[in-house]
């Protein structure tokens, strides 16, 4: 999944709603926010979780485990070098209800972390003529992290098509929509589509197509991806929008996939799951750093993982 900057957006502001919180932080954004309230204009809450059972709801996510699927590619088909777990070393609710991913280096050498995706019970699509919104509260790294401290530690949180369950190797014609992903400690937020065929197509695979914005470390942000089947009435009018704490990043129409149907109903229409992950290692870790990650400068632990204090889907 290596990804290039390759299509910017100017950003434009978008509400976001918060709720009020008791600590005395200044910045608004940098706080426990508890369930949202509804966008107006959505009259489903389709998916939500903030975290607050003492494990992970396993009705609602289920423990990706290993290398890779069972028939699926290596490495999980990106090169990253990490054995996922469900172990409480990689992955536990904290007591302030948030989830944390951490990657981790053991004594042997070999990396360890954890991603998690949605059940079946809870597969999300944009309906025909309306839209999907999918949101969480997300903090990665940690600020002032020295130098190279964190060469490939990947974090992600995505939406792959549901119908890869039944044939893992059937990406990217499913459709996949990264909506944040960090890379080697930058203060950088990607956002990036795959579709169509594993080499070139109308998605530039792998690179795929997408963008990228500042993003700060170590602070909480709000991430959105708003899925637009009602603009117009026409499916070359829909749109696939991003946004960072309340501001656009990115907007993806099937102009910019060459007016490919096939493509844009993978990407828009069909249903999907939700995936959080730190990974380590990897293309796109590598392409981005111009060297092989991780390496000896790599730290896992606390600083180099991701925290998550809700995630929530709204339908019309």
Not at 103 to 111: D, F, H, Q, R, T
Not at 156 to 166: L, Q, T, V
Not at 207 to 220: E, H, P, Y
């Amino acid at each position: 999944m290596v990804k290039l900057s390759i299509l910017l957006i100017p950003a434009v502001v978008c509400g976001v709603i918060q709720s009020a919180s008791t600590t005395n932080d200044t910045n608004e954004l940098d706080k426990p926010v508890r369930v949202p309230a509804r966008p107006p204009g959505y009259s489903k809450t389709v998916f939500y979780d903030d975290f607050t059972a003492q494990t992970l709801d396993i009705t609602k996510w289920k423990y990706d485990i290993g290398t890779a699927y069972p028939g699926g590619p290596a490495h999980w088909g990106t090169g990253e070098v990490q054995t996922y777990t469900n172990s409480a070393n990689n992955i536990f609710i904290t007591s302030a209800n948030t989830l944390r991913i951490i990657p981790l280096k053991e004594a042997s050498g070999v990396w360890t972390s954890a991603r998690i995706e949605t059940t079946a019970a809870y597969d999300m699509a944009c309906p025909a003529g309306g839209r999907l919104r999918v949101q969480a509260h997300i903090k990665v790294g940690a600020a002032g992290a020295a130098a190279r401290t964190e060469d490939g530690i990947w974090s992600a949180f995505w939406m792959i098509g549901s119908a890869i369950r039944s044939n893992y190797r059937n990406w990217p014609e499913v459709g996949e929509i990264d909506i944040l992903e960090s890379v080697n400690g930058a203060a950088r937020d990607y956002q990036t589509v795959h579709c169509g065929t594993a080499r070139g197509g109308v998605c530039n695979e792998s690179k795929g197509v997408g963008g990228s914005s500042g993003m700060a470390r170590g602070q909480w942000h709000v991430v959105q991806l708003d899925i637009d089947r009602a603009a117009g009435g026409a499916w070359t009018d829909e749109s696939l929008t991003w946004s960072l704490d309340g501001v656009e990043t990115l907007r993806i129409r099937p102009g910019d996939l060459q007016g490919d149907p096939a493509a844009w109903n993978a990407l828009a229409a069909t249903a999907k799951m939700i995936l959080l992950n730190v990974a380590v290692g990897g293309t796109f870790p590598d392409s981005d750093a111009g060297y092989a990650t991780p390496n000896a400068n790599t730290v896992g632990g606390g600083d180099a993982g991701m925290e998550v204090d809700y995630v929530i889907v709204w339908s019309t």
